[in-house]
């Protein structure tokens, strides 16, 4: 590992999750100090209770990190001050986590959505680096996405830019977490594998069962996940179209399954993008990584 300078820039990242808060302190561009304990069930006051303990506990060992960037699932409003909703955290609504994170420690707090998060980490340091633009994907329980345009997160004009999970990809299809009809994380994401998979085969099937069988040939199996996997394409082609990144980089628990799904949502991309430009697809290379990582970058970019 190379030695870096003391001057070199410094920030806490904490990713707040369904089941864990995970945290580190970025030096530069090495992660240090990581620690990571369960989320609390008890409500946002506990969860901010736990995000301050740890915060005051890295600070003691670095003193030096004073900025701290906080990533958390689901949509935040319009200043990044409060949290709108995280569906899976109890207790997660309309949660004032700058303010209340600000009385609990007395110090500037950066907010930001987990995915943008994860982008801008992929786009600094991971397999998006040496790009001006680049599109994050995660494939997971949902589906989430970030857009970095000249090393920053572009937002829109009201903070909603990448939220490819809730776009239409089949009108009058299954309904989504956030109630919309054929969005594209309620027919391809994890979630949507494991449903789909465990009615076309009468049983209980997990995303990796789905995956597995997919390979080895089942019928069933193999159309369920390339349905998935299509309509993921189709959905990088048409960005493609309209944005043009450099580069597409595929993260979270379903990419992990490994080839088989790169191939099949390169197929779909370049079938959809054809005459236009190409679709050029990585997959992550922070993993469990990436969240603290941006939140950290988020807030030296801040």
Not at 145 to 168: C, P, Y
Request: charged share 20%; with cysteine; proline share 4%.
């Amino acid at each position: 590992m190379t030695q870096l300078s003391v001057s070199a820039p410094v920030s806490i990242g904490i990713d707040v999750g369904g089941t864990k808060i995970a945290c580190g302190v970025l030096r530069g561009d090495v992660l240090q100090a990581q620690h990571v304990q369960p989320t609390p069930e008890t409500g946002w006051e506990a969860v901010l209770d736990a995000i301050a303990a740890q915060v005051r506990d890295l600070q003691a060992q670095h003193p030096d990190a004073q900025l701290i960037g906080v990533g958390v699932p689901g949509p935040l409003n319009a200043d990044r001050t409060r949290v709108k909703f995280a569906p899976n955290i109890y207790g997660f609504t309309d949660v004032p986590l700058v303010d209340g994170l600000r009385e609990r420690l007395g110090q500037r707090i950066v907010l930001e959505n987990d995915a943008k998060a994860a982008a801008l980490a992929e786009a600094h340091l991971g397999a998006a680096r040496g790009t001006e633009s680049s599109i994050y994907v995660t494939v997971s329980t949902g589906i989430g996405s970030g857009l970095v345009l000249n090393g920053k997160i572009w937002r829109g004009r009201h903070g909603i830019a990448g939220e490819l999970g809730h776009v239409t990809v089949m009108p009058g299809g299954p309904v989504s977490g956030a109630g919309l009809d054929g969005a594209l994380e309620a027919v391809a994401s994890g979630t949507a594998i494991a449903r789909d998979a465990s009615y076309a085969l009468n049983r209980e099937v997990g995303t990796a069962e789905a995956f597995a069988l997919a390979e080895q040939g089942h019928p069933a199996a193999r159309r369920v996940v390339e349905q998935a996997m299509r309509h993921i394409g189709i959905a990088l082609a048409d960005l493609q179209k309209v944005i043009d990144p450099e580069v597409f980089v595929i993260g979270g628990g379903v990419s992990a399954v490994g080839d088989y799904f790169f191939q099949g949502v390169q197929r779909a991309a370049d079938e959809y993008a054809r005459g236009f430009a190409p679709v050029t697809i990585r997959r992550a290379q922070l993993g469990a990584n990436a969240g603290v990582v941006g939140a950290a970058l988020a807030a030296l970019h801040s």
